[in-house]
């Protein structure tokens, strides 16, 4: 009898041990299924409307452009990739697809959020670019943001691909149905903490400093651009009030990533550096579930800005590229140039 009893107890801890099964009750794991189904479905139809409307203009797609489709491409990756392994799990109630699918999830989640993080560091730099060295904005072209996308790829494969070279590793999340990076192992050793610091900098403290300094120094130039515009041209004005609006159109990107993604990091190294199980399981899937919807927003913000170049309405730059071609001819007669911007408005 007291052997059964044994045997019965150790069966219990091995379920209590397992990592893949589920730490919520069944109706919470419903209720994170069907909301992750939500922003899986939404955020797979919007960025995949952004990337199909670039494809109808894509050798008419400037700079700036290209990168904002290379943003949606990593937002509809997330979706298309890793929410179909969390979706089911959370139905499944617990993680279903054994250590290969839990590395390929963190693995797939990692690289996707890199590389629409670099991305947004990218734009972050253009933008400053563009507003606060309007003499210096014009040189970026079309196969210097192609080189530029080799980069961002190339950094977000290198750091996503480190752990298997047995730097660190992809582990389930404390409540079993998610995989994540191993941000356990700063409480194992000295190589756990270097791998997680090294993480922490390069993957988030770094490219937030510089998107937070490019876009405190543009607030700061906005101030006092007016008058400083005023000085060019009209074409250059027109391009500046279009840089402007990419610029809002950035920095709302860059707001909504933060804003999903913050809670996360917090918990995350609350959870390397605090006490063992200082966060409670029930509180640690709330930011996870919120940083799985920032691949949702990048589209609502296209739409909701209407900005000129958001790559969702072809053909919006058509009447400034010819405004801008006949600019050029203008004679250099005061009165011929008046005539002829008049006539220029009524295109």
Same mark, same amino acid.
């Given at each position: 009898?007291?052997?059964?009893?044994?045997?019965?107890?150790?069966? =219990?801890?091995?379920?209590?041990? =397992?990592?893949?099964?589920?730490?919520?009750?069944?109706?919470?794991?419903?209720?994170?299924?069907?909301?992750?189904?939500?922003?899986?479905?939404?955020?797979?139809?919007?960025?995949?409307?952004?990337?199909?409307?670039?494809?109808?203009?894509?050798?008419?797609?400037?700079?700036?452009?290209?990168?904002?489709?290379?943003?949606?491409?990593?937002?509809?990756?997330?979706?298309?990739?890793?929410?179909?392994?969390?979706?089911?799990?959370?139905?499944?109630?617990?993680?279903?697809?054994?250590?290969?699918?839990?590395?390929?999830?963190?693995?797939?989640?990692?690289? *996707?959020?890199?590389?629409?993080?670099?991305?947004?560091?990218?734009?972050?730099? =253009?933008?400053?670019?563009?507003?606060?060295?309007?003499?210096?904005?014009?040189?970026?072209?079309?196969?210097?943001?192609?080189?530029?996308?080799?980069?961002?790829?190339?950094?977000?494969?290198?750091?996503?691909?480190?752990?298997?070279?047995?730097?660190?590793?992809?582990?389930?999340?404390?409540?079993?149905?998610?995989?994540?990076?191993?941000?356990?192992?700063?409480?194992?050793?000295?190589?756990?903490?270097?791998?997680?610091?090294?993480?922490?900098?390069?993957?988030?403290?770094?490219?937030?400093?510089?998107?937070?300094?490019?876009?405190?120094?543009?607030?700061?130039?906005?101030?006092?651009?007016?008058?400083?515009?005023?000085?060019?041209?009209?074409?250059?004005?027109?391009?500046?009030?279009?840089?402007?609006?990419?610029?809002?159109?950035?920095?709302?990107?860059?707001?909504?990533?933060? *804003?999903?993604?913050?809670?996360?990091?917090?918990?995350?190294?609350?959870?390397?550096?605090?006490?063992?199980?200082?966060?409670?399981?029930?509180?640690?899937?709330?930011?996870?579930?919120?940083?799985?919807?920032?691949?949702?927003?990048?589209?609502?913000?296209?739409?909701?800005?209407?900005?000129?170049?958001?790559?969702?309405?072809?053909?919006?730059?058509?009447?400034?590229?010819?405004?801008?071609?006949?600019?050029?001819?203008?004679?250099?007669?005061?009165?011929?140039?008046?005539?002829?911007?008049?006539?220029?408005?009524?295109?």
């Amino acid at each position: 009898m007291e052997q059964g009893q044994n045997i019965s107890s150790q069966d =219990d801890n091995q379920q209590e041990e =397992d990592p893949f099964a589920s730490k919520l009750s069944v109706e919470a794991d419903i209720v994170a299924g069907v909301y992750l189904l939500v922003i899986g479905i939404l955020s797979t139809l919007g960025n995949g409307y952004v990337i199909y409307m670039s494809t109808q203009r894509k050798k008419k797609l400037k700079p700036a452009e290209i990168m904002t489709v290379n943003l949606a491409v990593c937002d509809l990756g997330i979706s298309v990739v890793g929410k179909p392994f969390s979706i089911i799990a959370f139905f499944s109630h617990r993680w279903i697809f054994g250590w290969s699918g839990c590395r390929w999830y963190g693995w797939a989640g990692f690289f *996707f959020g890199i590389g629409s993080l670099i991305t947004m560091t990218a734009v972050s730099l =253009d933008r400053y670019f563009k507003i606060c060295h309007l003499s210096y904005g014009t040189w970026l072209k079309r196969h210097h943001v192609f080189i530029c996308l080799g980069i961002i790829w190339s950094y977000a494969a290198f750091w996503a691909t480190i752990p298997f070279a047995g730097f660190g590793n992809y582990a389930p999340e404390p409540f079993g149905t998610s995989c994540t990076l191993d941000w356990w192992l700063a409480q194992g050793s000295v190589a756990g903490q270097a791998f997680i610091l090294n993480i922490l900098f390069f993957c988030l403290v770094l490219p937030t400093a510089v998107i937070m300094f490019c876009y405190v120094k543009i607030i700061a130039k906005v101030q006092s651009s007016t008058k400083e515009v005023a000085h060019y041209d009209t074409r250059i004005q027109n391009q500046h009030v279009l840089e402007m609006k990419l610029t809002k159109v950035a920095m709302l990107i860059c707001a909504g990533f933060m *804003f999903a993604w913050i809670p996360y990091a917090v918990v995350s190294v609350w959870s390397a550096f605090g006490r063992p199980d200082s966060v409670p399981i029930k509180v640690s899937v709330i930011p996870t579930l919120l940083a799985k919807s920032a691949a949702m927003y990048n589209p609502v913000i296209y739409q909701v800005i209407d900005c000129k170049s958001a790559c969702c309405r072809p053909g919006n730059l058509q009447p400034l590229q010819k405004k801008n071609s006949r600019l050029y001819i203008i004679p250099t007669g005061k009165k011929s140039e008046v005539v002829q911007e008049t006539q220029l408005d009524s295109v």
